[in-house]
């Protein structure tokens, strides 16, 4: 044991110190926020949790994306939290309706305690797969430069504020890191255990979420250009070995896939068609299968969607730090520098492969219909944040070849600290909303109005006597706010804003005690401009609450809104 770590000392202080930066960081106010897409996957998977606890395994099928690493994360929360939960003959619930955490609380447990389990066990996936991306890149590039790299990814703002959720882009982006990383270094050394970390990696990935997809790119690309690798072996030899390989990774992406989904034991036909079907029927057709009732191939319609790719691009750029930025521009310089031996054939080429999967995902989402949320590329960010790890360490390596300064043994320690921490510091003035980062040239953060703020909105009015009997009236407040509101919450729903149904929305408000609304939507959403104009500039809000110097939510006492106000959201309903 004692020779074990003394021959792999260097590896596990490293290990351990990826451990400190990562662990902390997300186990810190957990519970500062759900955001809107939480509540549908803590439902979802509550009811995973029930079927597989009565061997209803067909049920295990909720949303196309599939999401099953999510659900079995958040159904070891509930066996952890509430086990009794799969014995009350509840069944299942709906995940657009309140029920569910109502029946939690009439027996004695509160949501936010079980995504707070689940949180942690996500922070204990995540912790994981970043040692084990860190463990495979040392094989690739080093010690030294493969700590930076992957402290980079894993600190930066954009994917720190989105790993602290459980909305599945951080895990899926690891698990595809990690396929990558194992396939490649399989081209290389030819070890099977690294073919098999990879394409169990990639069967966790499709679990995740089937965009994963967009990896094949890239792995069908190294099985290419192996076929004209210049050695003594025939071409079919090649081609051979090719498929092969990628028969035995897929087979173990396989595996997993049906191993870890009860669903795949029983009814494996109905979970890929409507996994893969919706897929391509999304990106596609911009609408799932049961809207556009089957695939239409004479339909489909890869014509670039240069907006879309533009606006991917711009999320990238608005999400990451000048950290990263630098660190690409200087990957970039180097891997096309007649200077070979500042980055050598091997890294040159694993740059090149991380940042073709970073620009697939962009690709992917830019092209397909209906998907305009920063947190799809998440892929990109991880990608280039290691590649920017890659571009400083090279550097950092250049500086030292012609200053003196740079070749002390602990310069390339220093700089790995500073940029560190500099990754670290960028983010800080966000916490704990990390994922709302802006970089300063940019005019807009990525992400914004992801449910962050509605935790204080329900902080503030619990601080009120008697709040157990405060009715609130909060838009995009499932969850968002009402895991933390002891009252009752009425959800003040998108969908009756775009159908102009005012009538609904006025008598809910009037059975209301206070209203909630959100105006950091208003540029996303501008249809709630309609009932924002009513308010602004006639009622004083009781509160506002701020962040980041951005006016996010408005609190009205109902008592205090005039008739007049009813009046004229009543003469916008539709006719």
């Given at each position: ?14 290990v ?67 086990p ?25 447990r ?7 389990y ?18 495979l ?110 028969g ?12 870890l ?15 893969y ?117 090279s ?81 995009n ?6 895991w ?12 009756n ?26 540029a996303k959403?501008?249809?709630t ?47």
């Amino acid at each position: 044991m004692i020779e074990f770590f003394s021959h792999y000392r260097a590896k596990t202080i490293y290990v351990l110190l990826l451990l400190a930066l990562t662990l902390p960081s997300r186990l810190t106010r957990i519970d500062a926020a759900v955001n809107i897409d939480e509540p549908w996957w803590v439902i979802s998977s509550s009811n995973f949790y029930y079927a597989v606890a009565h061997r209803d395994f067909a049920d295990t099928y909720f949303e196309y994306h599939p999401g099953v690493t999510n659900m079995w994360v958040i159904s070891t929360a509930m066996l952890a939290y509430f086990p009794e939960y799969r014995g009350f003959g509840q069944g299942f619930f709906d995940q657009r309706k309140p029920f569910f955490e109502e029946f939690l609380r009439e027996n004695g447990r509160e949501t936010i305690e079980l995504v707070r389990y689940a949180r942690m066990i996500q922070a204990g996936v995540l912790a994981v797969f970043a040692v084990a991306a860190f463990l495979l890149l040392s094989l690739i590039v080093g010690e030294n430069l493969a700590f930076l790299s992957i402290a980079l990814a894993t600190v930066s703002p954009f994917f720190l504020g989105h790993s602290r959720l459980l909305n599945m882009e951080t895990m899926g982006a690891m698990f595809v890191l990690v396929s990558l990383l194992g396939f490649f270094l399989h081209r290389r050394q030819n070890r099977l255990i690294h073919l098999l970390i990879s394409g169990a990696a990639f069967g966790l990935a499709q679990l995740n979420k089937s965009t994963s997809v967009a990896l094949l790119g890239a792995i069908g690309l190294m099985l290419l250009l192996s076929l004209f690798e210049k050695n003594k072996k025939p071409f079919k030899t090649k081609l051979l070995s090719a498929i092969t390989t990628f028969g035995m990774w897929f087979g173990a992406a396989a595996l997993v896939y049906f191993i870890l989904w009860p669903g795949m034991w029983v009814d494996p036909a109905r979970m890929l068609r409507e996994v893969y079907g919706n897929a391509f029927s999304y990106a596609f057709q911009g609408a799932r299968l049961d809207v556009t009732e089957e695939l239409d191939p004479a339909s489909f319609s890869l014509v670039a969607r240069w907006d879309g790719i533009l606006l991917y691009l711009r999320y990238w750029l608005s999400g990451t730090t000048f950290i990263t930025w630098l660190g690409v521009i200087l990957a970039l310089v180097f891997l096309f520098t007649k200077e070979k031996e500042r980055l050598p054939a091997l890294i040159r080429s694993l740059v090149g492969y991380l940042s073709l999967l970073g620009v697939l995902f962009i690709l992917m989402f830019g092209v397909a219909q209906g998907r305009n949320h920063a947190h799809y590329i998440m892929n990109a960010f991880v990608c280039l944040d290691v590649v920017a790890g890659i571009g400083w360490g090279s550097a950092v390596a250049w500086a030292a070849s012609r200053w003196t300064g740079f070749s002390n043994p602990f310069a390339p320690v220093a700089a790995s600290v500073v940029l560190i921490l500099a990754q670290i510091g960028f983010g800080l003035p966000y916490a704990p909303y990390y994922f709302t980062y802006r970089n300063p040239l940019a005019k807009e953060a990525a992400t914004r109005g992801y449910g962050e703020g509605l935790a204080e909105a329900a902080e503030y009015l619990s601080q009120k006597p008697d709040a157990q009997e405060i009715t609130a009236y909060v838009y995009n407040g499932m969850g968002t706010f009402s895991w933390y509101f002891p009252g009752e919450t009425i959800v003040l729903k998108r969908a009756n804003i775009l159908n102009d149904d005012f009538v609904t929305i006025t008598d809910e408000l009037r059975e209301s005690d206070y209203l909630v609304l959100y105006p950091i939507t208003r540029a996303k959403h501008p249809e709630t401009g309609k009932m924002l104009s009513e308010f602004e500039g006639v009622v004083e809000p009781e509160k506002t609450i701020y962040i980041n110097g951005l006016e996010y939510i408005q609190i009205y006492r109902v008592a205090d809104i005039p008739e007049s106000v009813y009046q004229a959201l009543l003469a916008k309903r539709a006719p």
